[in-house]
């Protein structure tokens, strides 16, 4: 009797551990379906703000294309990077009549029409440009006639149209040789530049080139040569490229458009210019990368289109020199305006990795040298801006009209389609070197 119990017992033990651990199983396998769900649902929902985080394989500036920072990209994320205080550090003190000079490279649809404008019309110098209405360029001399800003602007496209730091590596200093004071026996050259959102800017040449405009008069100058026209054909047959459509445009091999930013601010010489035979794309991509974040590190500055105000921050308090008029952060761009489809978003993506890329790594750069900078004045951006307005209101006078500028021509309106181009050394027609 007894035994029989004990035995029964024991079954039923059994059983119930049987269904105890069935409902276990269970409870195991719903919650983790509600977390995957939970998390494919935070994957989805884009964030708009961009927001701090470390990613695998972005804490070295040397690897080259890593999946975190383009995932984070679509994610609308920035990974942080590992920069050091000298990286992060660019406080200077420029001395325009010595021997400081500024060099404005500008790429093409980055919002870097206004920003060349700013400079020539906008910036508290003790010489500020002299410019004349109807007249494209300004003089900005020093009073020892010195040339202190090299930019399409001031000088002209002296080193080709939307010369870029290749190009202007090879011609800046023959040109200023040949052009600048003679009094003037040294020159320190501090670049500048700014990006943009790569698929916006991509989207927005797309449209420009849809409006008409070419570049083709663009010397694509590398060790010593244009690139010619085997190594980079035209996209278009015909006077221009009017009405294409962003399938055709995406289609086109040799677009220039693919990664501007990065060919733009690399040293292209370490790819051998345009003809990359016995390289693989991925090679090429890395070393354009690589070197494009070297040389960013080195220019004295750069902005980002989507960060005026924090441009501005940043250009004033490192650079030293402050803007008449603040800037005006925009969002009426053309490319914002512009519904494709996922495939086609899909394509533009993958066409301009290497610029997400950059992009990522530049801005992340950018925030990190306005946190170092807010805490060097001890002042936040807003601080800093409110302080400039409550001093200016005390003042009492309306010092920031004094030079009435127009820059409402925003972003968009870069009148790109006919350009006086002057290209140093005088080789000749432009045309003919490509
Ligand atoms: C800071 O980082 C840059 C770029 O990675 C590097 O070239 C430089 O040597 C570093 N400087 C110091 C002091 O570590
Ligand atoms: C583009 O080319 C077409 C002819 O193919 C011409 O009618 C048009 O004016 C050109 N547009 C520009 C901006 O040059
Ligand atoms: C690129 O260089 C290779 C080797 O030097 C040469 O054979 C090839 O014709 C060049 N390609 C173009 C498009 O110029
Ligand atoms: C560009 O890269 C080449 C090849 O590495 C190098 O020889 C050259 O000095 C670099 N140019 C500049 C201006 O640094």
New binding site residues.
Partial sequence: MNRIFKIRFRKKTCSSRRYFRGIFVCLVVASSILILIFLFALHIRKPAVFTLYTCLGSEN?AAGLSVSNYEAFLQGHLCKHN??D??LNKHRLLDLEGDDVLIYLHIQKTGGGSFGRHLVHNLDVKFPCKCLPGIKKCDCLTKARRHWLFSRHATGWMCGLHADWTELADCIDVWFQHNDAKSRKHRIYHYLTFLRNPVHRFLSEWQHVHRGATWKAARLHCNGKGASLDEVPFCFSGVNWSGVSLDEFLSCKHNLAFNRMTRMLANLSKVNCYNHTGLSQEQVDQILLQSAKENL?DFAFFGILEEQRKTQFLFENNLGIKFITDFQQKDETHASHVEISDEMMQRVLEKNRVDIELYQYAKDLFLQRVVYTEKRLGQTVQEYFNHAQDALENSGADNKNVRKIQHEDEYDNEEEYVEEVNVYPGKGNIQAIR
């Fill in positions: 500036p920069f050091n000298s990286v590190l």
